[in-house]
Every structure is written in C-alpha cells, then in structure tokens.
C-alpha cells in the first residue's frame, strides 16, 4: 500500500497497463517487478519498473488515489510524461545543457515548501513505498534543463503587450506590471514548450512492446 502524510491511502491492488498490448505490474512489489522492456523512445528503453515507480511517485506527489477506475488513465498518462522526458532529455544532451547541483537543491527546496513538507518526511515517503529518491532528482534535473532549452531558443522571441499585461492585471489587481510581464512570457514559453515537444514525438520512433 502506498503511505501518505495525509488521511488519502491508495488501496492496494494488481494492475494492467493497456497500452497496445498488456503487461502487468504489481503495485504491492516494487523490488519484485522484472525489468521489462515496455517501451522504446529511439531506441531508448523504458521498463515495466520504470512506470511502476513512476505511477507511486506521481501519487504521492500530485496526492493521487489509484483506484480500478482510474488506473488506466493514470497508467496511460504516466507512459506518456515518461517518453516525453526521453524526448527532452535527448534535445538537452543535443544542446550540451547541464545543472548544478545548486539549481537542483532551489528547485527541492521550493517545491517542498510548496508541498509543506521537510525533505526528511519526503525522502520517507519513498522510501516505505519503495520508491527511489533517484527518481525524483532525475526528473527534476530534465524538467530543469527542458527550461533551459526554451529559454535559449525561444525568449528573445516573446515579448508582453500592455494590451496582455493590462489584461492578467485585471483579473488579478494584486500582480504588478513586472509579475504581469513575466506570466505573459512564460504562456508564450510554454506555448513554444508543447509545439516543440509534439514535433519531437512525432519525429520519434516510438515501439511499444
């Protein structure tokens, strides 16, 4: 059973990945589940163990009941934020970006913040459900440096009109113009984020096992 700080607890069950073909992954079993190839993003591999892990990180995080009803959406939505990250990470690797160890820890630091919970507490929740820290960190480090790349392709492009910062003010009186102006860019960065990314998957060859 999956173990949270709050009252959700996610019921323990045996679950299907209906992707294409079946395959089947015990929740219950982490350090029992078989290394098997599920997934091939150009030719890199995405297992039946990395989706497991995946699927209680992501429950944990977003603080997610994995129920018979949703399961399949949730397996579904998980393999494919997977084969994005390979995606990313190899339009990354192919622009030389790196993170520091710092970057990491700020983006820790805020996001537990956010989360309210001590990096102790946090570690201890993947730890009992079996889940590697590792996992967390990799996932940080690619979204971090999917930003960079945006960034350096895509913000001397974007620009804020008063019309659209006037707007995002009047829905929100308590936002400055300069909070104003930064929102305005980051919906166009995130805007040039997803159209890049859905190139990037349909060029890709992408094999489910």
Do not use: C
């Not at 015990?26 to 993003?41: C, D, F, M, P």
């Not at 308590?174 to 060029?203: C, G, P």
Request: aromatic content about 12%.
């Amino acid at each position: 059973m999956l173990k949270f700080s709050s009252k959700l607890k996610l019921r323990t069950i045996k679950y299907f990945l209906p992707i294409f073909i079946f395959f089947q992954i015990s929740i219950t079993h982490a350090n029992q589940i078989e290394h098997k190839i599920a997934v091939l993003v150009n030719d890199k591999v995405i297992t039946t163990y990395d989706i497991d892990q995946r699927m209680k990180m992501n429950a944990i995080i977003n603080n997610i009941e994995i129920s018979a009803e949703n399961i399949q959406f949730f397996a579904n939505s998980v393999v494919d934020e997977i084969i994005q990250e390979k995606l990313k990470q190899e339009k990354t690797l192919e622009y030389g970006i790196s993170v520091s160890e710092e970057e990491y820890l700020e983006y820790e630091k805020n996001f537990l913040l956010q989360k309210k919970l001590s990096k102790e507490d946090f570690k201890n929740l993947f730890k009992i459900n079996n889940i590697k820290y590792k996992n967390f960190r990799d996932f940080v480090f690619i979204e971090i440096s999917w930003q960079k790349v945006i960034s350096g392709l895509f913000y001397r492009l974007t620009s804020a009109s008063d019309f659209e910062v006037e707007e995002i003010i009047s829905k929100n009186p308590s936002i400055n113009t300069e909070v104003a102006e930064d929102l305005v860019i980051q919906r166009q960065l995130d805007l040039k984020s997803s159209k890049l990314l859905r190139d990037l998957y349909n060029e890709a060859t992408i094999e489910f096992k």
